[in-house]
């Protein structure tokens, strides 16, 4: 790592030689390989933005000048490029995160990573910009993938207006988003990368031309000089030119020379462009470009020789949804599954395999899947979108307006529910119960275990006038919880063993366990506990009122935000039933969450047994304590 380690800025680029940047790339691939492949993390996307990365920071100031990008999962080289070389704790709690944070640096600007919003931010910045009349640039790094999102094409309508607000859009396209992007959008980009454009022809013509140098560079100036008239003559620049926004390429994204003057060229322009460069996800990296799922787009800990996982977690919540998705396709022809660029993480490709005709991937576009998902209800199919829980963020107002409004039976799988962790604030399931807690109609399962995942699917693929959401963790499904009872539609997980119990401990989903390991403390502090598993925590079962009554205190236990959670709609319930009982409410506090791992998060926010346990003993002895001075006051009266 000779040039790597001497690199403390992006300064230091400056005085390379191209051999030197050559070198400078193979040193960070190999770095990325060796780093990544202990801590897990977005590899491909990273080793296919070297040359990209190199090229922006040496025709750029930053933090000066602005670089923005999109999702932020291929910042690395960025990172490596700003004086951040240790990844030894990548995504772990006090290392390097795995998206730009401001935190870490000057040159980070947005702490992204839901796609599709750099274009928006830069339009923001170019036109404060303008405003404050500065001359600092701003650069746009977005993918094909996250170009697919309907907010790039909504910044973009207005980027396209203000033809003297300077602005450069680069296209990183490597065909893929996870899988190979799809669309119209995709097959335009691949119009494009396939035109013999200005760009190549230039290339080519210099080529030539250098070999007679007598009339060679006179020539290629005055061809140069004429370049819009000779851009429509070779080749139709196509839908961006015709937004109204100067187009640069298709540009080698691996070859530093060529980006350098691409990017170059767009820095002069004074108005918006976009320079398309071509790149290949997983470059230099032969494990990765064998996988043709997904090229390595994210990986947990590898082998770095063979790309091969370290160890495997057995089975998973994703994959109980996966099986239990194909049993239900072959039952009922009018399940179909919708996916939002994610088929593989999200467990749909079992299905797409089995029914590839019944499986619609939609690109980013988590807003549009939903209307559509409700366009195809209507249409009379019951169709199942499966999302990671925090991307549903975006799709609120289309699940209420479009899916609820019209009674549409669509049923929303949620992943990645809860405390995921390591890929930071954003990427957390924190918000889904609380925010769908408001929309009428809509019924939300959180299974606690892979039998309820089952059964609760196949619940919510029945209900066909409503939506219905399904909502789980990350990572391995835990041991089977056996019920023990079942008061209306609630599991009894365990019963508290008297006629006069005091705690009516309300279990959501995956906590199941943890919440049993409350009881079992409780008891041992001699206080008696049923714990209840709703299963469908919207609504709120008729029957958990009058079971709350028969306690002394109700204790919900929830892996999403406190705030309008399951917590505030039983206390809601409780209220309109007159059921007088206090309720503590233990969930994510309404804060963003620093990357750390799912256990050392729920211990940092106090969500573990030995704490609500304690504070839960401490709760009850107050009311004891209340109610022993209220024996006192009543004998002395
Ligand atoms: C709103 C939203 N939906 C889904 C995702 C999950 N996601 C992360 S990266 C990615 C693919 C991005 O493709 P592209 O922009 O082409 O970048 P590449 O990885 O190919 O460099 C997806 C779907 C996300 N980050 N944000
Ligand atoms: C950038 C992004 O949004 C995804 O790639 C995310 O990192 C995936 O997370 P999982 O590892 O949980 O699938
Ligand atoms: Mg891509």
């Known amino acids: 790592m000779a040039l790597l380690t001497r690199i403390t800025g992006p300064r230091d680029l400056d005085r390379l030689s191209p051999e030197q940047l050559d070198q400078l790339a193979a040193e960070i691939r190999s770095f990325l390989v060796d780093a990544v492949s202990k801590t897990g993390g977005h590899l491909g996307p990273n080793l296919g933005v070297v040359e990209l990365t190199i090229a922006l920071h040496r025709v750029f100031e930053s933090p000066k000048d602005k670089i923005l990008w999109d999702t932020g999962h291929q910042s690395y080289v960025h990172k490596l490029l700003t004086g951040r070389q240790d990844f030894s704790r990548l995504k772990m709690k006090g290392g390097l995160s795995g998206y730009p944070a401001r935190a870490e640096s000057e040159h980070d600007v947005i702490e992204n990573s839901h796609a599709s919003t750099v274009l928006g931010w830069a339009d923001g910045l170019a036109k404060a910009n303008e405003v404050l009349r500065r001359d600092d640039h701003v650069v746009a ?41 799809i669309g119209g959008l995709a097959n335009h980009l691949a119009t494009l990368r396939t035109t013999d454009g200005y760009e190549r022809f230039l290339a080519r013509t210099k080529e030539i031309l250098d070999r007679t140098p007598v009339v060679g560079k006179p020539l290629y100036e005055t061809l140069h000089g004429a370049k819009k008239g000779l851009k429509d003559f070779i080749a139709p620049q196509g839908m961006f030119e015709d937004l109204g926004l100067k187009y640069v390429g298709p540009i080698d994204g691996h070859d530093i020379e060529a980006l350098e003057s691409a990017l170059t060229r767009a820095k002069r322009f004074g108005g918006p462009v976009i320079v398309h460069c071509l790149t290949e996800k997983g470059r230099g990296y032969q494990p990765a470009l064998a996988d043709e799922a997904d090229r390595f787009h994210a990986v947990g800990k590898i ?8 160890s495997s977690s057995g089975a998973d919540w994703t994959g109980v949804f996966a099986d239990e998705m194909v049993e239900l396709g072959r039952e009922r022809e009018d399940i179909v599954a919708i996916t939002a660029a994610m088929l593989q993480p999200v467990g749909l490709d079992k299905f797409a395999k089995a029914f590839p005709d019944r499986v619609y991937d939609v690109g980013i576009a988590e807003q549009h899947g939903a209307v559509s998902a409700a366009g195809l209800a209507t249409g009379g199919l019951h169709p199942v979108f ?22 549409c039976g669509v049923t929303f799988v949620l992943d990645r529910a809860g405390i995921t962790g390591t890929d930071g604030a954003s990427h957390n399931g924190m918000w889904d119960m609380s925010i769908l807690q408001v929309v009428p109609g809509l019924r939300i399962a959180a299974p606690r275990d892979a039998d309820q995942v089952r059964a609760q699917l196949r619940e919510a693929v029945e209900v066909d006038d409503a939506p219905t959401v399904v909502r789980y963790s990350k990572g391995a499904v835990g041991p089977a919880v056996e019920a023990v009872g079942r008061v209306g539609g609630m599991d009894v997980l365990r019963e508290a063993g008297t006629d006069t119990p005091d705690v009516l401990l309300v279990s959501v989903g995956a906590l199941a366990p943890m919440c049993l390991e409350i009881a079992g403390l409780l008891d041992q502090q001699g206080i008696s506990t049923t714990v209840v598993d709703p299963r469908w925590v919207k609504p709120v079962d008729e029957a958990m009122a009058p079971l709350a009554d028969r306690h002394r205190v109700v204790v919900t236990v929830e892996d999403n935000g406190r705030v309008g959670g399951v917590g505030c709609a039983v206390a809601q319930a409780l209220r309109d039933a ?21 256990k050392e998060v729920l211990a940092e926010i106090g969500l573990t047994a030995p704490d609500i346990a304690r504070q839960v003993t401490g709760l009850v002895s107050k009311l004891d304590g209340r109610y022993e001075q209220a024996e006192v006051r009543a004998a002395r009266d």
Do not use: C
């Open 141 to 181: 790094v977005i993918g094909d993938g996250a170009l697919t999102g309907g907010m790039a094409w909504e910044a973009l309508n207005n980027i396209a207006e203000a033809k003297d607000r300077p602005l450069v859009i680069v296209v990183n396209d490597n065909e893929r988003s996870y899988a190979p992007t």
């Open 303 to 310: 082998h770095p020789d063979t790309g091969l996982p370290i």
């Open 386 to 407: 499966a999302v990671y829980a925090t991307f549903l963020n975006r799709a609120f107002d289309q699940v209420l307006m479009d899916v609820a409004l019209h009674k």
């Open 578 to 598: 007159g059921v007088d009982v206090p309720l503590r409410d233990f969930g994510i506090p309404p804060r963003f969450l620093d990357h750390a791992s799912r």
